[in-house]
């Protein structure tokens, strides 16, 4: 199969605006960098509000980064910033201490995503009040 | 196992509420009616801008609803109304007829999402201008 690519450095920039719509089915396994574009894990589901279609929360998934099997973070969607060059999130405060501290789950505890205390909890963790 | 409800009268609203976020994972299989409350398909998946966050296009599945096996039909988001009592969408302009000239795919030719022609086409079609 040939694979033609021409024009590219017109058509990168133009990719950067048009390749922006991604499925629901596919977007579990993106990326997710710190903000020194260290990998520290990919994205697992989104959690959407049905009602105005906007993303809420992304749940991460870091397999075994932590030594604990896999686990799952959940993060206010207000958090991540699609970096176009990476290919995927990047979150400014995000390191592996700040998610040893996070609110987090496993298979065994999936959390009550109506729990209004459960959701505040991830707010206040991740954009604390100034 | 038992099944404990309780204090429905006042949960029930509160529910109408609080179930507003849905998981990526499980969106598929909502189900979308019209107007008159008949069921005409369900949300296969939504494409969603990986920039903002926000749904833009629900993907509806019609499996041999038109007599010609599983098709797709791509419908803006604007146009759909979460129906809390149905616990599906709702489209008001949404009919077998109008289906039919609807722009559609089947598995053997899923569209390009980046290109504008075809996306521009959807909106024109579901959201003519006044």
Chains 1, 2 share one sequence.
Do not use: C
């Not at 959690?47 to 206010?76: C, N, R």
């Not at 991540?80 to 998610?99: E, K, P, Q």
């Amino acid at each position: 199969m040939s694979d033609v690519r021409t024009a590219t450095t017109a058509t990168n920039l133009e990719a950067d605006e048009t390749h922006r719509l991604i499925s629901s089915e596919k977007v579990d396994g993106t990326a997710v960098y710190d903000r020194r574009g260290e990998r520290l894990g990919t994205l697992h589901h989104v959690m959407i509000d049905k009602y105005t279609g906007q993303v809420s929360y992304a749940v991460m998934s870091f397999g075994g980064f932590l030594g604990m099997g896999e686990s799952y973070h959940p993060l206010p969607w207000k958090v991540l910033t699609y970096d176009t060059r990476l290919g995927g999130y990047v979150v400014d405060h995000l390191d592996r201490n700040r998610l040893e501290g996070a609110p987090s789950y496993t298979s065994r505890d999936v959390p009550n995503w109506d729990d209004r205390s459960y959701t505040g909890r991830i707010d206040r963790y991740w954009m604390p009040p100034v």
